[in-house]
């Protein structure tokens, strides 16, 4: 009976390093276990997104407050501003009579000893003058004015200075206005700021205590207004001799907003 053959058989050899890279991994586990690390693989570039930053911590708290501040000081100057007008048929007399009352306006102001460089025009026009009856429109002739501004540096010489003017014009001469001030502001605003930075800084020191917190740095500071005298209209007395006026007293007045961090 003839005798089967076997087809012979091959076993391929193993791999010296088969085995190695699990083996290297477990021990890279177990070792950062050991460390007390968490096990996990570093992600790659690809999963890594570009500009990825970390989580902002939690916001800074602030208070924000504004401040109020002023400060007082005599006035040193006036500001007079004075004019004339005119009426006639044509421009060009209404023009010359204006003229006329500006140059005695003038000359009156010098004599006050009011000086050149404190003397100014203001405005100059002519312009018709209309009447209205019943729907119809009649030309009743030219107005002509001129206004000037003039600065009184001595205060106590104002009233003088408006009677000069309403003697010299007569029912031509018109006072729009009188503006005591100071001839140097800024150390009064400089006050009326600290006084405006102290208010702010007082409150601010308040609502922390009042919310648990301590006051921290400044963060932010902006002046957000400031506030001058208006215009104090004169009232004419010729009895006395002099236009009778109330210099009073200048104040400026400053509004900032503070932002302060809370600790």
Known sequence: ????????????????????????????????????????????????????????????????????????????????????????????????????????????????????????????????????????????GYQAAQTFSVTVREVGRTGAVLQAITDATGEAGRVNSVTFGVSDPAPLLARARRAAHEDAHTKALQYAMLSGHRLGRLVSLSEDATGYPRPVPPAADAASGAVPVAPGVIRATVTVTAVYALD
């Open 1 to 140: 009976m003839p005798r089967s053959r076997t087809s012979p058989s091959y076993t391929a050899p193993r791999s010296r390093t088969s085995g190695r890279a699990p083996r290297a991994l477990a021990a890279a586990v177990v070792t950062l276990l050991a460390l007390g690390l968490p096990a996990v693989a570093a992600p790659t570039a690809a999963a890594r997104p570009a500009g990825a930053v970390s989580a902002p911590g939690p916001a800074t708290a602030t208070v924000t407050v504004t401040g109020e501040g002023g400060a007082s000081a005599q006035p040193d100057l006036a500001v007079v501003v004075a004019g004339v007008e005119a009426m006639a048929s044509t421009p060009r007399t209404a023009l010359d009579t204006q003229a006329e009352a500006a140059t005695a306006l003038l000359d009156a102001v010098r004599r006050q000893g009011v000086a050149e460089a404190d003397i100014r025009t203001e405005s100059v026009s002519v312009n018709p003058v209309h009447d209205y009856t019943d729907g119809a429109t009649r030309l009743r």
